[in-house]
């Protein structure tokens, strides 16, 4: 854009400074800043990129050769091409064009898309002439089948290869393989910029295009102004209407020209709603959208069309002022035909020649030629006007439309732009644009800083009162720090209490994950002991043990075996739960005083007493205690299993069937072979009798045991130890005593640093926003200033700082007099 104001020289460094000054404080960095920094960016850009965006044939490129009042962009009827096209301003003598080629392999990608899309082979090489002769053939008879280029989406997809492969024989020469090419209009040897834009107008070049950028001189194009076409959001190849998607949501975009198609549709398309709600989420644009129903005289002619696209804008545009109905093709055309005479027949031999060149002799009729005489006949738009106008049968139409313009000239002509609504849209354009664009983007951005400044005036605010409260003498702190001893105290004792209560609470609902591994730990050790157990038991060492016992007999009863057995696993059984329960306990407090020493209550309590006040050794001690009563609730779960099971004996059991098979088979001899023989079945026995009881412990009773233990000796622990550190009161005074009046004096001394940090942030902030200020005042904005921080809002406790300067401005009701002055 043009030179900002001199006062807004500095714009972006006094907005960053407040930004900075917001993520300097902890409290605000959670503000999001993401739209003031839009907004910066938005006021201070040099360019306001302004994007054209619509559905394919929807007349977007009419709508800018209308505006500009030049025929710079390519429009045609069911043509779709994936160019994007940039004017921008040049001066008179310094007008140019740069185009910008699609690479071969982008070509061919294009290609194979549109031939799948048709129903056509894959194309094998398109540098083929045979090839690009079948395709021909085979588009033009689809656009035969569909009744023009126009009726379908299978029309419009085989009218754009046609395109795409006559641009690429045409300017073969200038296409890389790979690279994207560009090229300077000279390099055409094009002496204008009339010459290079019919170049790109024509159909087949666009259609090979990647890009143009277009240098002209418009008003309208001035202060950084850039106008975008972009391709249809329903074209044909699905990657040429990404682009306009991507650039529609580009932070680049400042503003949108949204031309939509139902006042010849009828209604929107699931493309063109779409287009809206993205628009809507980019902060960039804002509300600067321009709502273009295109196609308006389409409706002239049709009454149910017309109401329908009322009922549409007063149903679902009611909220913007920006809606606007034109005829891209009248507006345009008549801005051209002003400047034509009979003498060129308004245009038919001049710029209407090559779409009246016929290959059999007979004139054809442009579209507009023919726009216009059902204008002059059937659009009812005259009937209330001087102009009497007729068609005659006997004529062509360009005849007719020659002979109208001779009888009513350049009157009829106004009369026509007028009705196409192009004066109205141009000059709502321009109107924003040279009146009103800058000042809104300015007065986006204070809207968006006012936000933030305001939360960090209040927090300085909030600041300066909070070292307000703080004492400033020595000894007056003491007495404070010392008035507050009691309560600090007690607030030690109760988080600690809070503490402790919480992580027992945390074991009992399961939801510490390492007190859990612990335990899930102690079950698979279980689990894999007793599998041990039994695969290593011994009957043989069972029975020497049983008749060692009993000296006087020769051999030892099936029932004697399993006796051994049941001590022996019960015993084994009973060690390595009581070891894995010391580990539990073990790391359970261990974990529990890396907790405590991380505290703040922990640390408090150190400043106060210069100790923990026994915490430690209290939970030392009690780790004894809870370890002493795991290991005797371990000792007590084993030994219950060396009773069997409840219903080990119970009839129709598959034990009491094991057990008897077993003592059929150890009945066979007396000696030791027969039990020995049978150790397999034994083994067997005592797992039917022990896996159900190690199973209710581990994953049962056990667990139970072991949280109730710690739930009963931590909490009341906790209490006690809450009510022990209240009542060291004296010894934390005597303490503090000591201490005290280092402490103040550093906290004296940090509260200075912290009120000079805060009056110099005050002061940069100050500075900021009344530089800001000055240059919205300047942008006639002054309604719209930034609040600054006044000597009756902030005041200084320090003597030394009192007469410190503000920048040199005088601050008085929130704004600076020197902005009043200026």
Same mark, same amino acid.
């Given at each position: 854009?043009?030179?900002?104001?001199?006062?807004?020289?500095?714009?972006?460094?006094?907005?960053?400074?407040?930004?900075?000054?917001?993520?300097?404080?902890?409290?605000?960095?959670?503000?999001?800043?993401?739209?003031?920094?839009?907004?910066? #960016?938005?006021?201070?850009?040099?360019?306001?990129?302004?994007?054209?965006?619509?559905?394919?044939?929807?007349?977007?490129?009419?709508?800018?050769?209308?505006?500009?009042?030049?025929?710079?962009?390519?429009?045609?009827?069911?043509?779709?091409?994936?160019?994007?096209?940039?004017?921008?301003?040049?001066?008179?003598?310094?007008?140019?064009?740069?185009?910008?080629?699609?690479?071969?392999?982008?070509?061919?990608? @294009?290609?194979? %898309?549109?031939?799948?899309?048709?129903?056509?082979?894959?194309?094998?090489?398109?540098?083929?002439?045979?090839?690009?002769?079948?395709?021909?053939?085979?588009?033009?008879?689809?656009?035969?089948?569909?009744?023009?280029?126009?009726?379908?989406?299978?029309?419009?997809?085989?009218?754009?290869?046609?395109?795409?492969?006559? $641009?690429?024989?045409?300017? +073969?020469?200038?296409? &890389?393989?790979? &690279?994207?090419?560009?090229?300077?209009?000279?390099?055409?040897?094009?002496?204008?910029?009339?010459?290079?834009?019919?170049?790109?107008?024509?159909?087949?070049?666009?259609?090979?295009?990647?890009?143009?950028?277009?240098?002209?001189?418009?008003?309208?194009?001035?202060?950084?102004?850039?106008?975008?076409?972009?391709? $249809?959001?329903?074209?044909?190849?699905?990657?040429?209407?990404?682009?306009?998607?991507?650039?529609?949501?580009?932070?680049?975009?400042?503003?949108?020209?949204?031309?939509?198609?139902?006042?010849?549709?009828?209604?929107?398309?699931?493309?063109?709603?779409?287009?809206?709600?993205?628009?809507?989420? #980019?902060?960039?644009?804002?509300?600067?959208?321009?709502?273009?129903?295109?196609?308006?005289?389409?409706?002239?002619?049709?009454?149910?069309?017309?109401?329908?696209?009322?009922?549409?804008?007063?149903?679902?545009?009611?909220?913007?002022?920006?809606?606007?109905?034109?005829?891209?093709?009248? $507006?345009?055309?008549?801005? @051209?035909?002003?400047?034509?005479?009979?003498?060129?027949?308004? $245009?038919?031999?001049? %710029?209407?020649?090559?779409?009246?060149?016929?290959?059999?002799?007979?004139?054809?009729?442009?579209?507009?030629?023919?726009?216009?005489?059902?204008?002059?006949? &059937?659009?009812?738009?005259?009937?209330?006007?001087?102009?009497?106008?007729?068609?005659?049968?006997?004529?062509?139409?360009?005849?007719?439309?020659?002979?109208?313009?001779?009888?009513?000239? &350049?009157?009829?002509?106004?009369?026509?732009?007028?009705?196409?609504?192009?004066?109205?849209?141009?000059?709502?354009?321009?109107?924003?644009?040279?009146?009103?664009?800058?000042?809104?983007?300015?007065?986006?951005?204070?809207?968006?800083?006012?936000?933030?400044?305001?939360?960090?005036?209040?927090?300085? @605010?909030?600041?300066? +009162?909070?070292?307000?409260?703080?004492?400033?003498?020595?000894?007056?702190?003491?007495?404070?720090?010392?008035?507050?001893?009691?309560?600090?105290?007690?607030?030690?004792?109760?988080?600690?209490?809070?503490?402790?209560?919480?992580?027992?609470?945390?074991?009992?609902?399961?939801?510490?994950?390492? %007190?859990?591994?612990?335990?899930?730990?102690?079950?698979?050790?279980?689990?894999?002991?007793?599998?041990?157990?039994?695969?290593?038991?011994?009957?043989?060492?069972?029975?020497?043990?049983?008749?060692?016992?009993?000296?006087?007999?020769?051999?030892?009863?099936?029932?004697?075996?399993?006796?051994?057995?049941?001590?022996?696993?019960?015993?084994?059984?009973?060690?390595?739960?009581?070891?894995?329960?010391?580990?539990?306990?073990?790391?359970?407090?261990?974990?529990?005083?890396?907790?405590?020493?991380?505290?703040?209550?922990?640390?408090?309590?150190?400043?106060?007493?210069?100790?923990?006040?026994?915490?430690?050794?209290?939970?030392?001690?009690?780790?004894?205690?809870?370890?002493?009563?795991?290991?005797?609730?371990?000792?007590?779960?084993?030994?219950? %299993?060396? +009773?069997?099971?409840?219903?080990?004996?119970?009839?129709?059991?598959?034990?009491?069937?094991?057990?008897?098979?077993?003592?059929?088979?150890?009945?066979?001899?007396?000696?030791?072979?027969?039990?020995?023989?049978?150790?397999?079945?034994?083994?067997?026995?005592?797992?039917?009798?022990?896996?159900?009881?190690?199973?209710?412990?581990?994953?049962?009773?056990?667990?139970?045991?072991?949280?109730?233990?710690?739930?009963?000796?931590?909490?009341?622990?906790?209490?006690?130890?809450?009510?022990?550190?209240?009542?060291?009161?004296?010894?934390?005074?005597?303490?503090?005593?000591?201490?005290?009046? @280092?402490?103040?004096?550093?906290?004296?001394?940090?509260?200075?640093?912290?009120?000079?940090?805060?009056?110099?942030?005050?002061?940069?902030?100050?500075?900021?926003?009344?530089?800001?200020?000055?240059?919205?005042?300047?942008?006639?904005?002054?309604?719209?200033?930034?609040?600054?921080?006044?000597?009756?809002?902030?005041?200084?406790?320090?003597?030394?700082?009192?007469?410190?300067?503000?920048?040199?401005?005088?601050?008085?009701?929130?704004?600076?007099?020197?902005?009043?002055?200026?």
């Amino acid at each position: 854009m043009s030179e900002l104001p001199l006062l807004c020289k500095n714009l972006k460094e006094q907005v960053e400074c407040i930004l900075q000054l917001v993520q300097q404080e902890p409290t605000l960095r959670s503000q999001d800043i993401t739209f003031v920094q839009t907004s910066l #960016n938005k006021a201070i850009s040099p360019k306001f990129e302004i994007v054209f965006a619509g559905a394919f044939s929807a007349g977007k490129s009419m709508l800018i050769n209308a505006l500009l009042e030049r025929e710079l962009l390519y429009s045609a009827e069911g043509h779709a091409t994936g160019t994007e096209c940039k004017i921008e301003y040049a001066e008179i003598d310094k007008e140019r064009v740069v185009l910008t080629f699609l690479s071969e392999a982008e070509i061919r990608e @294009q290609a194979v %898309f549109l031939c799948q899309q048709l129903g056509f082979k894959t194309v094998a090489n398109i540098n083929q002439a045979d090839v690009i002769n079948l395709l021909r053939q085979g588009c033009e008879a689809i656009i035969q089948q569909e009744g023009g280029e126009s009726k379908s989406e299978r029309g419009k997809q085989a009218k754009a290869l046609i395109l795409l492969l006559e $641009g690429y024989m045409a300017n +073969r020469d200038r296409i &890389n393989t790979v &690279n994207n090419a560009t090229y300077s209009m000279e390099q055409f040897h094009f002496s204008n910029l009339k010459e290079a834009a019919g170049y790109a107008r024509r159909g087949s070049n666009s259609a090979v295009l990647k890009r143009i950028e277009y240098y002209c001189n418009h008003p309208l194009l001035q202060d950084g102004n850039v106008i975008i076409d972009t391709p $249809g959001i329903d074209a044909p190849v699905e990657k040429d209407a990404q682009l306009t998607y991507a650039k529609i949501q580009d932070p680049d975009t400042s503003a949108v020209v949204c031309v939509l198609k139902p006042a010849s549709a009828g209604d929107m398309t699931k493309e063109e709603t779409e287009l809206l709600e993205l628009m809507r989420q #980019n902060a960039g644009v804002r509300d600067r959208v321009f709502y273009v129903f295109n196609r308006i005289d389409e409706t002239w002619y049709n009454t149910q069309l017309r109401q329908r696209l009322d009922d549409l804008i007063n149903g679902q545009f009611r909220d913007t002022n920006r809606v606007y109905k034109t005829s891209g093709l009248l $507006g345009f055309y008549g801005s @051209q035909i002003k400047q034509t005479s009979t003498k060129d027949r308004f $245009g038919l031999d001049s %710029f209407f020649a090559e779409s009246v060149k016929s290959l059999d002799g007979k004139e054809e009729t442009p579209q507009f030629v023919y726009a216009f005489n059902n204008y002059c006949v &059937n659009s009812g738009k005259l009937s209330a006007t001087k102009f009497r106008v007729s068609v005659n049968g006997f004529e062509t139409p360009n005849q007719n439309y020659v002979r109208i313009l001779a009888d009513w000239g &350049n009157e009829l002509i106004e009369q026509l732009i007028e009705d196409s609504g192009i004066e109205e849209f141009r000059s709502s354009v321009t109107r924003y644009l040279i009146e009103e664009k800058r000042s809104q983007l300015f007065k986006n951005l204070a809207n968006d800083l006012e936000d933030v400044c305001i939360k960090l005036k209040k927090h300085y @605010q909030s600041s300066q +009162r909070n070292l307000d409260s703080q004492p400033q003498e020595i000894e007056t702190m003491k007495a404070q720090e010392l008035q507050r001893l009691n309560q600090q105290l007690q607030q030690i004792g109760k988080d600690f209490n809070q503490h402790i209560t919480e992580e027992i609470n945390l074991i009992i609902t399961s939801s510490c994950d390492a %007190f859990e591994t612990d335990f899930k730990q102690l079950q698979s050790r279980m689990i894999r002991r007793l599998d041990e157990l039994l695969d290593t038991f011994s009957v043989a060492y069972a029975y020497r043990r049983a008749t060692i016992s009993h000296p006087r007999n020769a051999t030892a009863p099936l029932l004697a075996i399993l006796v051994e057995a049941f001590y022996y696993l019960a015993n084994q059984l009973e060690d390595i739960l009581i070891e894995s329960s010391q580990q539990i306990v073990a790391n359970f407090f261990q974990r529990l005083l890396e907790k405590i020493r991380k505290s703040e209550y922990y640390r408090q309590l150190y400043r106060l007493l210069d100790n923990d006040g026994g915490i430690e050794q209290e939970i030392r001690n009690l780790e004894k205690r809870v370890t002493q009563a795991v290991v005797s609730a371990a000792s007590v779960e084993c030994d219950r %299993f060396v +009773r069997e099971s409840p219903r080990f004996y119970d009839e129709g059991t598959f034990s009491i069937y094991q057990f008897r098979q077993t003592l059929l088979q150890t009945s066979q001899t007396y000696d030791a072979e027969s039990i020995v023989e049978a150790e397999p079945a034994i083994r067997q026995l005592l797992k039917l009798d022990f896996e159900p009881k190690v199973s209710q412990t581990i994953r049962k009773s056990f667990r139970q045991t072991i949280n109730q233990i710690l739930k009963t000796q931590l909490i009341p622990m906790a209490e006690q130890k809450a009510d022990d550190i209240l009542q060291q009161y004296p010894q934390a005074r005597a303490f503090l005593e000591k201490t005290l009046e @280092q402490e103040a004096e550093v906290k004296i001394a940090n509260n200075r640093r912290l009120l000079n940090l805060l009056q110099a942030n005050v002061e940069a902030y100050n500075s900021a926003a009344s530089s800001i200020n000055l240059c919205l005042q300047a942008m006639q904005l002054s309604d719209h200033c930034l609040p600054v921080i006044g000597d009756t809002e902030f005041i200084y406790f320090y003597p030394e700082l009192l007469n410190t300067a503000t920048n040199g401005f005088m601050i008085s009701d929130g704004l600076i007099d020197g902005v009043q002055e200026v």
